[in-house]
């Protein structure tokens, strides 16, 4: 079976690690007997350069008839960058919430996953991290305050400002399904993260999801507060598979999860819709710094196609092939600068795509 895949290289590193992740998912590919069709659109910059905009209509079109979309990273330096004396609506960033925005993406996947070989690059205690750590934090990504009505207004010579947090049940609802569906391929555990001791969107939040879990009676469910919970990621992360929660609170603790992995270049993502559709990226940007040097980190993009085969085409045994194969690369000691340490052996970003598969 093929199936069809748009390909977003973007900007910076976006051409460079896109390239070894289609290179991965061509060795799954060949060795368990599935067919990739690769469709390459343009966005960020790239599409600025060529159409004017950073993202066009054609483009959101053909992402949306195809089975999953990859993309690379987009951007550029922002101070020296023709880009950024644009507009911003015409800016590279825009198509990004655009594209997310068209294709309906609400649930964003955040996987935290510490690297035994990556022990080093971790910032937590050696007691702490234990046998390691490997969760996913799902975070709802098109309600709750960031998309709430705002104002600020003054009353009587006082500025006041206001955000509204709220959240329907559906809205709700949809993500909690996702969270338990991808629980389901993992441990098989759901941390619902929220704030029911004071906020009403939090009360309706666990109301919800806890009628949800009484359609997955194998999965786990249980509730923590954000306070605490931005506390026992760091002090146990191992005890979390999957943490769902609201916009904020998400965007809060999937950037704190991260962090406790220690390497930015090795972090990827994924955003789903209500289908199997989803957009998968590495979690950093284009990093014009190093950009053309072939020195860049691809293994972000490679585990990030890896999800894709997982949650849009049901393909788990090439991403665990594919997952075991970066794992395999780093116990041989082959590192790109980034996650450089003493007595490993350094290659650039083509080299690193090689390897992995090589090994898938
Ligand atoms: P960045 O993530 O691009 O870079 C931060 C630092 O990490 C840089 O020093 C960079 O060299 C390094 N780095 C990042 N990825 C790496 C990799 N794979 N291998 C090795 N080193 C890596 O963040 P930034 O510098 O703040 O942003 C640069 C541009 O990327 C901006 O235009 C920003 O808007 C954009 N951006 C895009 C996305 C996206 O496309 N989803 C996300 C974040 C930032």
Redesign the pocket.
Known sequence: MEHKIAVIP?????PA?VAEACKVLDAAAAKFGFGLCYTELLM?GASIDVHGVPLTDETIETAKASEAVL????????KT?PWYKLEPQLR??AG?LKIRKSLNLFANLRPAYLYEELRAACPLRDEIIGEGFDMMIMRELTGGLYFGARQTVEENGVRKATDTLDYSENEIRRIAIKGFEIARKRRKKVCSVDKANVLDSSRLWRAVVEEVGKDYPDVELSHMLVDNCAMQLVRDPAQFDVILTENMFGDILSDEASMVTGS??MLSSASLNETKFGLY??????????AGKG???????VLSAAMMLRYSLDLDEAADAIEAAVKQVLKEGYR???IMSEGCTLVGTKEMGDLIAARV
């Open positions: 973007g900007d910076g590193i976006g690690i960020g993309m690379g990273s987009i951007g550029g330096d922002a960058s590279p960033e990004l930015i270049g990226e590495p979690s950093h940007g284009s990093a014009p710094d190093i020195i860049a980190n691809p293994i972000a993009t790109t600068g980034d």
